[in-house]
T-cell receptor
Framework: DVKVTQSSRYLVKRTGEKVFLECVQD?????MFWYRQDPGLGLRLIYF???????EKGDIPEGYSVSREKKERFSLILESASTNQTSMYLC?????????????FGNGTRLTVT | DAKTTQPNSMESNEEEPVHLPCNHS???????IHWYRQLPSQGPEYVIH???SNVNNRMASLAIAEDRKSSTLILHRATLRDAAVYYC????????????????FGQGTILTVHP
């Protein structure tokens, strides 16, 4: 089974801090994604990457950046955390870029910015 | 993305079959119907997907209406571990750019399974 591991289940950070969320997948998938999940808003795509060092903005990239130096690792960076970035963050991976292949999700990181 | 409509909640008893409906009247000819579920405190989990024909896998069955405007996820024997939020979404395999990563999950159906 594909395993997508997010480094932290819970994080509490202060406003203005730089925050790193790490995600690692063990199935050599080309594509990796970062979403945030908020009540009433469903999942929203922040960034995705289809290859090492390649990235594309999703629907809500403002305030975030990403890094993919190795195929298995995709990091989400909050440059200066704000309270409106309090959310559940979900990382996912998939082997193919088209819309057929299932996305494999991690268990999420619940980030609270105070 | 074409919109899907699901009931807010459903209940079932353990060991009984569960039929979770999804309406997608604006589905396009190239949209695949995907189902995911999200157990408490976990990320979404892929369940099944299909285009026109009914599909079966180890987790569930997917029944797709002939006009494709609706589908039903069937759990043949519900267990307590099937209690989750079930999401029906449409994905276009030809969509480029951000579309292929963009999953519009909506609110889903909260399934409660009683012992």
């Amino acid at each position: 089974d594909v395993k997508v591991t997010q480094s932290s289940r819970y994080l509490v950070k202060r406003t203005g801090e730089k925050v790193f969320l790490e995600c690692v997948q063990d199935m050599d998938h080309e594509n990796m994604f970062w979403y945030r999940q908020d009540p009433g808003l469903g999942l929203r795509l922040i960034y995705f990457s289809y290859d090492v060092k390649m990235k594309e903005k999703g629907d809500i990239p403002e305030g975030y950046s990403v890094s993919r130096e190795k195929k298995e690792r995709f990091s989400l960076i909050l440059e200066s955390a704000s309270t409106n970035q309090t959310s559940m963050y979900l990382c996912a991976s998939s082997p193919y870029p088209e819309g057929l292949s299932p996305l494999h999700f991690g268990n999420g990181t619940r980030l609270t910015v105070t | 993305d074409a919109k899907t409509t699901q009931p807010n909640s459903m209940e079932s008893n353990e060991e009984e079959p569960v039929h979770l409906p999804c309406n997608h009247s604006t589905i396009s000819g190239t949209d695949y119907i995907h189902w995911y579920r999200q157990l408490p405190s976990q990320g979404p989990e892929y369940v099944i997907h299909g285009l026109t024909s009914n599909v079966n896998n180890r987790m569930a069955s997917l029944a797709i209406a002939e006009d494709r405007k609706s589908s039903t996820l069937i759990l043949h024997r519900a267990t307590l571990r099937d209690a989750a939020v079930y999401y029906c979404i449409l994905r276009d395999p030809n969509a480029g750019g951000t579309s292929y990563g963009k999953l519009t999950f909506g609110q889903g159906t909260i399934l409660t399974v009683h012992p």
